[in-house]
Every structure is written in C-alpha cells, then in structure tokens.
C-alpha cells in the first residue's frame, strides 16, 4: 500500500489504547486473520534470511544474542520481540535502534485500512507492524521471537529459514495444553520442511521430535550436532564444520546464558551459506549483548535484581541463578504474578532463599491484586510478608525495609519488572535524591 492513508489517532498511546480493546479477546491465536490482513498489506516473503525463534523461556535472550552477533558481523538487522518493559518501541529493532512513535503509526495506519472489517489482537497489530516496517528497509537478516505459541502464533504467517525452539515447559496452558508433550507440539509448529531447526537443550518432548520427523527434518541437538564446553572465564564451541575456541562468557548474566549462546551459535553456522560470518564477529557480539530484565544486576546498596520470570521453570532458573550470587545480607522480594499464572508455583523455588516477601497487585484484565497473590500461595506466604497496591509502592517498602548489605529481587512478569524499572530510573534522578536527603 503506497499513497495516503486515513489516519484514525495521532498519538502511539491513542492507538495502542484502541488496539487494546479491539479484538474482543486479548489472545485469540489463529492465523487467518493475520494472513489474510498481511496479503492485503501487500506483505511478500522477506529476501533476506528469517530467523524463528520459539519456546517457552529464553527467547528474547537468543534473539538478543544472535541480533549482537550478526551486528557485530556487519550485518544489518531487524528484531521483532514481545512483550516489552517500559516503551512499546522495545518491540521493534532496526539497525540497533528502536523504531519511532511516527514509523509505528504509519504502520498502524496502513494495517487499519488493510484489515477492512477485520479484528486483529494487540499481538496480531504488532506482528503486522514490524513485518511492514522491515520490508520496507534493506535487512539482511529477520530476527522474529514468537508470542506464547507457536503453530497459531501470529508469527507462524512467516515461514523461517531456521527455526530456534529454546525450551519447552508447562505455561500458557489454558492455550497450549496440560502437558509438555501438547505444548512441544504447539511450539514445535514453527519447523519448517526443507530448512534447518536448532533446539537449545536436548531435552525436549517426544513431540517436538515427532514433529521433525513428519517434516523430514533433522533437528540440530546440542551435545550431539554441536558441542560447548566452559571454562572459567571463556568457552569453546563446535560443530561438524566450524570451531570457535577461546569465547568470552555471554554479558547475559545467569546459568542458562551459555546455553543460549551456543544455540544462537549453532544458528549462524547453519546460515553461514547466505550469511558467512567471520569467527572473529562472535566474540565481541557475546560481550555487547545487552537484554533488560533478565537476571538484570543493579548494583548499588541494597542491591537490585529483577527478571521477568513467570512460569515455574524460569523461577527454578532464577532461584539457581540466586544461589550461585550469594548475598551477605538478607533477600527481599518483590513478587506480583498476573491471574493466569500458577502463583504457587512462581513462588516455591524461591522460598528457601528469600527472608522477606512483598506481594504486589497488577492491573489490567490479567491483573491480580496482592491479597489474591497472598491467598494463591497460602500458607507459604502467610508469614514474613507484605502487601502493596502496586509495583511502586512495593519498591519502596523494599527499599524501606532493606540494608545496605541486603538485596532486592523483582519478579513474575513483564508487568512487574517494567514499572520496577520505571521506578528506580526516577528514584536515581538528581531530584529525587535531592528530595530524599531533604526529608
């Protein structure tokens, strides 16, 4: 679509605020809508190489790592990631940088005349935007991180040249199914015939292989197609045709980063026909590699540490992840999970390591307020807990309550995470310092 196009809202807010409420559900997976509004877009398949990336937890980390190395490589790359923290423009990367407020309107504009009577969902919109936005820019690689599913993810429209499955575990059930084997079988649906598909641990459902093989595919394993293996403070990485040796340690921090990174590695040497890349390239994109709230360290006094972990394996992850960064001091916690969640869950790996918690409320349609949180994970919280209405009120009890010696983690959702950093960016501002040792 070219030329003029009715504007509906000026404003990214007004216009996310619309998207928000369209569809009359807020997930609603299904690809014919999406298809059918993208063939009206005008949306043809990308020239460059497309990489999928799909899987219960880990994605946005792989993407990251595979966007830093190929930039470091001198590619150029768009990077398409869900949900964000604290601005919608985390959604979309080009070239390294956020798209503006004007370039997602444009597309929001040109989706909205393309889509008829047509209702799309807050995630479709998204979808449809970034695939708008890169073609109209000379890429050399698509980077595309899937929503929650897989066989009917929005992103599903786009057929990959690799697809990456990070990991598979029970979330997003009440959509994907009860058991990991339903949910490999929704993610596994990003495989394409003819082209390859990396797992990130060997670990996998049945399905996910059964789901290879009735494509004729053969999958790339860790520890069988390609092998890592760490050091102190490097590592080294091989496949049949390619050995990086002496590789700094991801600046990812967290035990699951190394994995990631191999599997991100193992995504390049299978694109390395259309898109050669130095050995040299991989090390400086593994120590540039920057991903906000994953086991992300503010140090300081108290120290803080969030990450968006939200399903039972990623607290299980989170929790490892604690104990090998032991504090000297107490841990306090800031916890607020959203109403589909298994609240108990997200909490018991943590139970052990944490001396105070504070549940947060969260608003919205999937919101949950602190007493509910309080009562899901009853009686584990019934002692050594607070209650706030909200994030911020929940960062200053921390803080409040914590020592110089004590740390701080916040966790449980995007939606958690995102106004905590919100928060702590305008509680370090000079003002509000000033403010503070004023009163």
């Known amino acids: ?133 890169f073609q109209r820019e000379a890429l050399d690689a698509v980077l595309l991180e899937v929503g929650l599913g897989g066989r009917l993810d929005a992103v599903n429209i786009v057929d990959a040249d690799v697809a990456l499955l990070t990991s598979v575990a029970l979330d997003h059930c009440e959509w994907l199914g009860y058991t990991v084997e339903e949910i490999g079988r929704e993610k596994a649906g990003i495989i394409r015939a003819g082209h390859p598909a990396v797992l990130g641990s060997a670990a996998m459902p049945k399905s996910v292989f059964a789901a290879a093989h009735a494509l004729g595919v053969r999958l790339k394993i860790p520890g069988v197609d390609f092998h890592f293996r760490s050091a102190a403070d490097h590592w080294e990485w091989a496949d049949h045709d390619w050995r990086l040796r002496d590789l700094p340690l991801p600046a990812l921090a967290g035990e699951r980063q190394l994995a990631n990174a191999a599997a991100a590695i193992a995504v390049l040497s299978a694109l390395r026909g259309r898109l050669p890349i130095e050995s040299d390239a991989i090390a400086p994109g593994l120590r540039d590699v920057r991903l906000r709230g994953r086991f992300e360290v503010v140090p300081g006094e108290p120290q803080w540490i969030l990450d968006v972990a939200h399903n039972p394996e990623a607290a299980e992850l989170l929790a490892a992840n604690l104990r090998a960064l032991p504090a000297s001091g107490r841990t306090v916690a800031v916890v607020a999970v959203l109403k589909d969640k298994d609240a108990a869950a997200l909490i018991a790996p943590l139970l052990p390591l944490v001396d105070l918690w504070i549940a947060a409320g969260t608003s919205g349609p999937r919101g949950m307020s602190a007493a509910e949180l309080r009562a899901r994970a009853a009686p584990r919280l019934d002692h050594h807990c607070r209650e706030a209405a909200d994030i911020a009120e929940a960062c200053q009890i921390a803080r409040a309550e914590a020592s110089a010696a004590d740390r701080i983690v916040v966790y449980g959702s995007f939606q958690t995470v995102g106004p905590a950093l919100e928060w702590l960016e305008r509680e370090s501002s000079p003002s509000a310092i000033l403010a503070r040792r004023g009163s």
């Open 1 to 133: 679509m070219r030329g003029c196009v009715s504007m509906r809202f000026r404003t990214l807010e007004e216009w996310l605020r619309w998207q928000d409420s369209l569809h009359p559900r807020s997930i609603d997976l299904g690809l014919e809508r999406v298809s059918g509004v993208a063939e009206d877009l005008g949306l043809a398949p990308f020239k460059c190489p497309v990489v999928t990336v799909g899987g219960t937890n880990g994605k946005g980390s792989c993407v990251a790592l595979l966007e830093a190395m190929l930039v470091s490589g001198g590619y150029r790359v768009g990077s398409f990631t869900s949900p964000h923290l604290v601005r919608y423009n985390e959604r979309i990367r080009i070239g390294g940088r956020l798209v503006t407020d004007d370039e997602l309107i444009d597309a929001f504009a040109r989706i909205d005349g393309a889509r008829g009577e047509r209702s799309l969902t807050f995630f479709e919109f998204n979808t449809l935007a970034a695939l708008y936005l």
